[in-house]
Each structure stands twice: as C-alpha cells, then as structure tokens.
C-alpha cells in the first residue's frame, strides 16, 4: 500500500472507471463493448470546454524503496499513476499516442492500457526526457457522436507503475508535460492543480486531412517499417508474413535481428524465409500453452518465447524446399538502402502461429507489439506501435491479371535517432597538411569499460603523430607520449581511454591551392569480419557545392540528401576486409582492413572558403548507414615558433604515414 494518497477531487475521467469487458484479443468488425452509464459523476468545467482530445494524469501516491539511503537524490520511490485519455472531438481519434513528460529520473515497470512507444519490455528508462504511450488494446477512440456517448470507446485510461529518484519527501513529483502526439492536433500549455494536470489539444485548423477511402489508418512511411500481413486463417492458428522495406537513402543495416513481444500468448510453430535464435519446447511444455494443447508434441515448434529474437537465412539457403523459395529471403540479413539496390532493400518471411483462448476465432487475430530491429552496424531505429491499414494486395500466383490481398494488415514504421555520446558505431579523426599532429577520435566515442581504471574515460583525446593512427589503439601510447613531449604539451595523469569503435575513419586535408583544395580518406576496419557492399556519405554545408571527383571510390553527389556526397567501393573493390594478423603475428602488430581515396574540390563560384577553419571538414560522416563521431576540436597548424629539429621531426611523421596509407 503506498503511504502517501491525494485527497483532493479526483477529476471526471479519472474517477470514472470504465466497467467494460475489454475484448482480450482483436476482432476486426466487432466494436468495442458498450460500457456503464449508470450514474456516472458530474464533469469537472474543463471537460465541458474541450472540444478535442482531453489529457489528464494524476498522481496517486508513492512510498520510499529499499535501499534506504542518506542522499535524498539517489534514493528510490516507488509510485503509481494514472494518465487518461478521453476523445470529445467530432473525429474518431486514430492509434492515439501520448506524451508524458516524466523528469524525475523514472523507471517504468507496468503501464496497463498501453505500450511504450520504442520500449524494448519493462523495466524501461523515461526519466528526464520522458516518453510516448501508445493504445494497447484500445488503439483508437471513437466519438460521442457515433457511440451515443459510450465511454468505454470513447476513453483509455492507463495504470502506470515504477521507480523515482530525486525526489524530496515532501514533494509532489509531476511529469514536466502532457501532450497528444498524433499528426494534426495543437496542444496549448498544460493544467496543474496539485497532483492532477489536464491539457485539451485541438485540431490543427492550418492542417490538412487525407481523404480516407477506407476505415483504416493510411499508410505512412518512415525510414524503415514492417508490414505484417495476415495470409490465411483459422480458428486457432493464422499464417503471417512480415515484410522489411528499408526506404532510408543512407540507412542499412548488417546481418538483422527482428524481436518483437507476443502479447496473447501466441507461439511460432513454424517459419520459412528466416529462423528464430532459440528452439526450446519448455516455455510452451510448462506454460498456458501447454495446459490448452495438452496433446499437442512441442519437440516440433519453431519456437516459444514471449520475446522471440529473429534472423535472415544465409544465400545457399534461397531454394530450399522446407524453409526457402521466397522473395527477398535469404540475404544474410543484408539491408541495403534503397538508392543502392532495391532488391535487397527489402526482406520477407512467413511463419504459422498458434493462438490460445480466449482467441479462438479466424477474426481474433492481435499482432505482436514492441518491435525492435538491430545489426552488427546500423543506424539506431526507434519503432511505432503496429497500426491496422488497408490489406496489403498480392499479384495471383497463377499469374493471371488479377490480385488478392490479405485478410489483414498493419504496418509498424522505424525511424533514424541520432546516436547518444559515446554510443556511436564508428568514428573519425582529422589530420591535416599543415599540422604536425592528428585528432583521433573521440575517447569513448562508441562506449567504455566503466570499471577501467587505467585510463580516463571522461578526458579528451590527445593529439597523436599521424603514423599512430595506423596502429591499435594499445600500442599508440609510446608514439603519443613522445609526441607531447616533443611539443611541450603536459600529460595528464590518467591518458585517455580508447575510442573502442570497430571502424574509424581518417580525413586528411591533403592540399589548398588558389582554385582549389584534396582530401585523402581512408576507411578502417579494425574488426575481424569483412563489409561486403560498403558505403559512406559525407555532408559538407559550405565547400559541397566544389565537389568535383573521387578519383578510388564510385563518389556521386546524392539527390534529395543536402548536401551530400555519396561513396562506395568501385566494381571489385566494395569488399571492406577484417584486421588481419602481421607478417610476422609474433612481431609485426595487426594490420587493419583499410581503403583510400582522393576527394578533389573547386573553389570556383564559392568564396571565402576557409579550409583550415573548418569549412574543408565534414559536418557529418556515415559509414554504413550509421552516423560516426566527429573529432570535437580542429588540426592546429604548426607553431612559428618551433625548432628546426621539431619541424623536420614533424615533417617525416607526415611523410611515414602518408606512404603507409598507400
């Protein structure tokens, strides 16, 4: 029981609880049951002035967690809230999704009534910059109007549960803001009246709406989505294909992992076109599955876990009779993005689910929730909730002029985040003609050992001779040492961690001249696994419009990206090798895979161009669909003032990596 309890008014939409049946799977023409009418509280004004999609949330109370500690802002709470979503607009409200702006350093372990949006299963981290809810089951809410004012259609409202921090014992902890995040809707500034907040978001009037010619919801597109595609079905099973369409012009991603969340206790009794990591029959054996399908051999399930993990079959499995011989399957789990190649752009599979009551029906038919694609290197894609839209058509396989469809489709859209600092995928360092040292990338660019304590993870990178960007980053410290003394620069007492990232990325100024200027590129791959099908892009805000040739990769200025050039390997040479051992593996250090090419650019028709300034360095970098960490400082051009012995010195560091490159 938490100790701490509001007594102020509970408002309308909260204290109305609706006493509906909610139907526990999806039935497609089946409207949601009416709910209860008898004597329902009065409303508070501010629902009565809403004419639009009402959002309230209260808090209901919270009680200190163990472990009790002395510093009030690393002790935890455990609370509990409701947020409530009510449609008294004239529009039917489509796959609602709300904001909640929590700020307390919350962590989520049950939100009843909804999903997190982007949520990989609880617990969940939405403290200080809060998170999005999404309907589930309830997706969409009706009107007034067409219910005859039926609140259990007209309303949703969500149990959350978690964890706090920060909070003093006497505070009441709210979220910063409450807002609809559906396309169309304007939400003005929220309400607080001690543990309650309500804001009212209205229709855009400047937005337009699509003509809907279907009930559903029109299909959008994001940089990657899901289609999930009912074929056939029965009364405890359906056959589903998932498509993947990467539509992103730089997004990719590497040997894919597919999971999502089975919400009704479904399983996976059979799959073609790709495999699930895990076959272990025990999950169904000792579970609902089991009590329902008491003669039922397991030993043959593809697979029965809650949150199953899904790969791509390898090439020479394309024609195989059992689990082959469908489009676009079989790729290795190769997503390309859809400028380089529309074929592999793209990836499909099937699989036969079995249902458990109270499902036991061809309509019943819910699609698994929280959706999570990964890859060896790839961008991050943060995923929507599935959301019903017009059955998917096929061509007949008979091959007859005419189509069938499927008996349901919903479609789940995944969009590029930026990576957060120090959880890249790759990086780049800078060197130039003109300086006598190199930026490396960034300490802990793609993440560090928390518990080293030989290195300074929070330091910034110290700069290094050009040679030592050849080398691992364990056998630069002798190089970067003798460098700082050289140079008279005082090293710290800790040295900086390693960037750990497993492809890095030299960009080398090579030459400015009156009409124009060189860059030398190099890509790493300081990993054991080769590329295959590698790329890069570059954008370049103030010199791009000077790009003129890249002279050993197939460079191209990339249309509807601004500002972008765009690189790949030429016909032979898109195969980025693995690290390799040395000559000699007992002297020699590991030798990177590695590719270079000359970038050349013209000033002409762009004037004050001021390379060593930062105008001839990228603003952004990807290496296969993924964003790298960029060098936060520039090459400094060599002091006046230096000797003739560090000037030489300085100068035969150049010239040794500069002919090591080659």
């Not at 209260?58 to 455990?78: C, D, I, L, S």
């Not at 003669?295 to 899904?310: A, E, G, H, L």
């Not at 300490?443 to 030592?468: I, M, Q």
Request: aromatic share 10%; proline share 9%.
């Amino acid at each position: 029981m938490f100790i701490t309890r509001s007594r102020a008014r509970i408002p309308w939409p909260l204290l109305f609880l609706v006493l509906w049946g909610v139907a526990v799977a999806q039935d497609y023409d089946v409207p949601g049951t009416p709910g209860i009418h008898e004597g329902p509280p009065p409303p508070p004004p501010e629902i009565k002035k809403c004419n639009g999609i009402f959002l309230s949330y209260m808090f209901e109370g919270r009680e200190k967690e163990y472990p009790h500690v002395k510093n009030a802002t690393a002790q935890a709470w455990a609370f509990k809230a409701t947020a409530a979503i009510l449609n008294a607009g004239a529009q039917e409200l489509k796959s609602w999704k709300m904001f909640v702006g929590f700020q307390h350093d919350e962590l989520l372990v049950a939100a009843e009534g909804a999903i997190v949006v982007n949520g990989e299963g609880f617990p969940i981290r939405v403290g200080k910059n809060g998170t999005v809810l999404a309907g589930y089951p309830q997706a969409d809410l009706k009107t007034a109007i067409e219910t005859a004012s039926d609140f259990g259609q007209m309303q949703v409202q969500v149990t959350l549960k978690g964890t706090q921090f920060g909070v003093a014992e006497k505070a009441t902890p709210m979220p910063k803001s409450l807002k609809l995040v559906n396309e169309g809707y304007k939400c003005p500034a929220v309400t607080r009246k001690d543990k309650y907040m309500h804001v009212c978001c209205k229709k855009d009037p400047k937005f337009k709406n699509k003509k809907q010619k279907t009930k559903y919801t029109p299909r959008t597109y994001g940089d990657l989505h899901f289609t999930y595609d009912v074929l056939s079905a029965y009364e405890n099973k359906y056959q589903a294909q998932v498509t993947i369409d990467n539509v992103h012009p730089l997004g990719r991603v590497d040997q894919w992992n597919l999971t999502w969340e089975w919400m009704r206790n479904e399983f996976i009794y059979d799959m073609r076109g790709a495999f699930t990591h895990r076959k272990d029959p025990s999950e169904c054996i000792f579970g609902p599955q089991g009590q329902y399908y008491k003669d039922f051999d397991f030993s043959t399930v593809m697979n029965c876990q809650k949150k199953p993990v899904i790969s791509d079959l390898p090439p020479e499995l394309e024609n195989d009779d059992k689990v082959g011989k469908l489009p676009y399957c079989c790729k290795d789990g190769l997503l390309l993005p859809i400028t380089m190649n529309k074929t592999k752009a793209r990836a499909i599979f099937q699989m036969e689910v079995f249902k458990l009551p109270p499902d036991l029906n061809r309509t019943a038919i819910s699609p698994p929730q929280n959706w999570k694609i990964t890859g060896r290197l790839n961008p991050n894609y943060e995923c929507g909730p599935p959301v019903r839209v017009e059955p998917s058509e096929f061509p007949d396989p008979r091959g007859i002029e005419s189509t069938g469809s499927a008996i349901a489709s919903w479609q789940i859209n995944c969009n590029m985040s930026r990576p957060k600092p120090k959880q890249n995928r790759c990086c780049v360092s800078y060197s130039a003609f003109y300086a006598d040292g190199a930026i490396p990338c960034n300490t802990c660019a793609c993440g560090c050992d928390d518990e080293n304590p030989r290195c300074d993870r929070n330091a910034a990178a110290l700069p290094v001779p050009p040679s030592s960007l050849l080398v691992p980053f364990s056998n630069r410290t002798e190089k970067t040492v003798a460098f700082a003394k050289i140079n008279h620069e005082k090293l710290p007492r800790k040295l900086p961690c390693p960037d750990n990232c497993g492809v890095s990325i030299n960009w080398h100024v090579d030459s400015d001249y009156k009409t124009g200027w060189t860059v030398r590129m190099t890509v790493f791959n300081w990993e054991e696994d080769a590329f295959v099908d590698w790329y890069s892009a570059v954008e370049m805000k103030r010199a791009f419009p000077g790009f003129e040739k890249s002279y050993s990769f197939n460079g191209s200025v990339m249309r509807g990206v601004k500002n972008t050039i765009f690189m790949q390997g030429l016909p032979g040479l898109n195969y980025l090798v693995g690290e390799v051992n040395g000559t000699h593996p007992g002297k020699d250090l590991p030798v990177p895979g590695k590719q270079q090419s000359v970038l050349s650019f013209s000033k002409k028709h762009i004037h004050g161009l001021k390379i060593a300034h930062g105008d001839g360095f990228p603003t952004k970098l990807y290496f296969n669909g993924e964003e790298c960490a960029l060098p936060k400082v520039l090459p400094k051009a060599a002091a006046p003032g230096l000797t003739p012995a560090t000037a030489v010195s300085a100068l035969l560091l150049a010239v040794v990596a500069l002919l090591l490159l080659f």
